[in-house]
T-cell receptor, first 114, second 117 residues
Framework: GNSVTQMEGPVTLSEEAFLTINCTYT??????LFWYVQYPGEGLQLLLK?????DKGSNKGFEATYRKETTSFHLEKGSVQVSDSAVYFC?????????????FGQGTILTVHP | DTEVTQTPKHLVMGMTNKKSLKCEQH?????MYWYKQKAKKPPELMFV???????INESVPSRFSPECPNSSLLNLHLHALQPEDSALYLC????????????????FGPGTRLTVL
């Protein structure tokens, strides 16, 4: 079956620190990969996506590269801000009979201190 | 308009009540979804509608009844819920298919915080 594994949190950083949140996956077929962010009290927002191997998704200073050889989609940001404090979910989607299903990782809580 | 709206934001109901959650999108998306999210957990898929037809039901108890009146609206009817059904209920939509291309990125609403007493 399909699964997503994220690094365990919570992650606590100081402002302007470098961020990496690891995400690896197993999937049948060729998945699309996503990072979603959930701020306190809100729904999920799509942060970035990649639909094929070696694609790099980027948004708001965050980046992630679809690595088929290592089945990974790690999220990075060069300099985090307090406003980046949120829960980050890595997710994948495949077609076929699983079409429409997002498989999520467990989520990583990020706290950024001034 | 690039957002999914959900009403109400908060709902408190007793175990014998009947209530409905509403979701609306005006992005022309043809797939809509209901998720349940417990605290500190990822969302769990409940139902998927594609072109206004129910395409996925993740073995959800019958006390949850989805309805898709048209391509922009999605309802979730609630009846005889249990306290363990208290959660954040999220609606999402996606474009589905166009010209043979599958668009599977989902856009989420802010959710309805449901408390069952």
């Amino acid at each position: 079956g399909n699964s997503v594994t994220q690094m365990e949190g919570p992650v606590t950083l100081s402002e302007e620190a470098f961020l990496t949140i690891n995400c690896t996956y197993t999937a049948t077929g060729y998945p699309s990969l996503f990072w979603y962010v959930q701020y306190p009290g809100e729904g999920l927002q799509l942060l970035l996506k990649a639909t094929k191997a070696d694609d790099k998704g980027s948004n708001k200073g965050f980046e992630a590269t679809y690595r088929k050889e290592t089945t990974s989609f790690h999220l990075e940001k060069g300099s985090v801000q307090v406003s980046d404090s949120a829960v980050y979910f890595c997710a994948l989607s495949v077609g076929g009979t699983s079409y429409g299903k997002l498989t999520f990782g467990q989520g990583t809580i990020l706290t950024v201190h001034p | 308009d690039t957002e999914v709206t959900q009403t109400p934001k908060h709902l408190v109901m007793g175990m014998t009540n009947k209530k409905s959650l509403k979701c609306e999108q005006h992005m022309g998306h043809r797939a809509m979804y209901w998720y349940k999210q417990k605290a500190k957990k990822p969302p769990e898929l409940m139902f998927v509608y594609s072109y206004e037809k129910l395409s996925i039901n993740e073995s959800v108890p019958s006390r949850f009844s989805p309805e898709c009146p048209n391509s922009s609206l999605l309802n979730l009817h609630l009846h005889a819920l249990q306290p363990e059904d208290s959660a954040l209920y999220l609606c999402a939509s996606s474009q589905d298919r166009s010209g043979g291309v599958i668009y599977n990125e989902q856009f989420f609403g802010p959710g309805t915080r449901l408390t069952v007493l």
